[in-house]
């Protein structure tokens, strides 16, 4: 079992930027995939990035492409979230997931841990 603890999150205004935090705790596999996901209250839990836990491959999500970076501290059992050149449109609650199976994967039902989720909402 795998329990993720997200922090970081807050009220930021547009261009600004935030760090989110996930503490894992638990047994963790070189195979696991570690992304963050978003959600608005009534709308679908939508990607953002992902990172590799072994050698630390990335992706994202077009809408964050440039202004986002995933790194994880294998060391520390953290994936951080740096949200740069933030606007409104990024509010949201975002999620720390993880994915045991391993393959960068882009939807929800992919991936088999999750966080409580914390909240960033960016002022225009």
């Known amino acids: 079992q795998v329990q993720l603890v997200e922090s970081g999150g807050g009220l930021v205004q547009a261009g600004g930027s935030l760090r989110l935090s996930c503490v894992v705790s638990?047994?963790?596999?070189?195979?696991?995939?570690m992304g963050w996901f978003r959600q608005d209250p009534g709308k679908e839990r939508d990607f953002v990035a992902a990172?590799?836990?072994?050698?630390?491959?990335?992706y994202y999500a077009d809408p964050v492409k440039g202004r986002f970076t995933i790194s994880r501290d294998n060391a520390k059992n953290t994936v951080y979230l740096q949200m740069n050149s933030l606007k409104a449109e990024d509010t949201a609650v975002y999620y720390c997931?993880?994915?045991?199976?391993?393959?960068?994967?882009?939807?929800?039902?992919?991936?088999?841990?999750w966080g409580q989720g914390t909240q960033v909402t960016v002022s225009s």
């Open positions: 990172v590799t836990w072994s050698r630390g491959n990335t």
């Open positions: 997931a993880a994915r045991y199976r391993g393959g960068l994967a882009t939807r929800s039902l992919e991936y088999d841990y």
């Open positions: 638990g047994r963790i596999y070189s195979s696991y995939v």
